[in-house]
Every structure is written in C-alpha cells, then in structure tokens.
C-alpha cells in the first residue's frame, strides 16, 4: 500500500483562506524544521525569518516539555496565546505541528470555530 502524499502548500493556503484576519499558516515537523509556511499577502510579517525559524524551533520544544503532562492531564487539544499585536495558535497532529497567526482582535468564539475547522484540515498530518 502506497501512502499519498499531502500537499503542505495547499494545506497552508486552506488555512489562511478560512478568514481575512488569518496572517500566517506553517507546518513544522517534531524538531522545529518549517516544512510549509507562507504569510497571508497584504500582512506584513512581525518576524524576520531568522527569527520565524526560531520560534518554530522552540514551538516543537515546548511541544515535547508538554508531553510530560500528558498522562496527568490529558494530550493537548491546541494552544493559543493572545499578544498585543497578534494573536497565535499551535494544533498538534500525530506527526506535525501546525501553527497558525491571526489579528488580536478576533472574537474568541471565531477563534475556536477556527482551530475546529484547522483541525479538519489536518487530521491526515
């Protein structure tokens, strides 16, 4: 049996496409290596790209120090931290970790429809 292969790109682009404040999709493997990313155009990025591939780096770190917990409290379902500028999300999948950008002032609800549809979107990661 042949595994398909997934195309990241249009993952991303699927992403950014489910809303306008949307800023920016990347898909990171376990040890923080970016495998797809782009940024919604007419956004301007708030990082350069030295320091994107950084954050993705410690996005996979804390990934595993959060494994530590899991037999106490259960898997993490996605992880969202709100800044004044940006508001930023991380979705684990079985082999990926899918983090995503919006503007701060989405409404919270929106916000969770969102990480609801971005899960569809990547259970096959």
Same mark, same amino acid.
């Given at each position: 049996?042949?595994?398909? @292969?997934?195309? %990241?790109?249009?993952?991303?682009? @699927?992403? !950014?496409?489910?809303? #306008?404040?949307? &800023?920016?999709?990347?898909?990171?493997? #376990?040890? *923080?290596?970016? $495998?797809?990313?782009?940024?919604?155009? *007419?956004?301007?990025? !708030?990082?350069?790209?030295?320091?994107?591939?950084?954050?993705?780096?410690?996005?996979?770190? &804390?990934? =595993?120090? &959060?494994?530590?917990?899991?037999? =106490? !409290? *259960? @898997?993490?379902?996605?992880?969202?931290?709100? $800044?004044?500028?940006? =508001?930023?999300?991380?979705?684990?999948?079985?082999?990926? /970790?899918?983090?995503?950008?919006?503007? #701060?002032?989405?409404?919270?609800?929106?916000?969770? $429809? %969102?990480?609801?549809?971005? @899960?569809? /979107?990547? =259970?096959? !990661?």
């Amino acid at each position: 049996m042949v595994a398909k @292969k997934i195309d %990241l790109l249009d993952i991303v682009q @699927k992403i !950014l496409k489910l809303d #306008p404040k949307m &800023r920016f999709a990347a898909i990171i493997e #376990p040890k *923080g290596k970016i $495998r797809e990313a782009i940024m919604n155009a *007419g956004k301007t990025n !708030l990082k350069n790209q030295k320091e994107e591939e950084h954050f993705c780096k410690q996005v996979a770190q &804390r990934r =595993s120090m &959060r494994k530590e917990f899991d037999r =106490s !409290l *259960g @898997k993490v379902r996605y992880v969202h931290v709100e $800044r004044e500028k940006v =508001s930023q999300m991380v979705i684990y999948t079985k082999r990926n /970790i899918v983090y995503f950008t919006m503007e #701060p002032e989405l409404a919270i609800d929106k916000k969770i $429809r %969102l990480i609801t549809k971005i @899960k569809k /979107i990547t =259970s096959d !990661l």
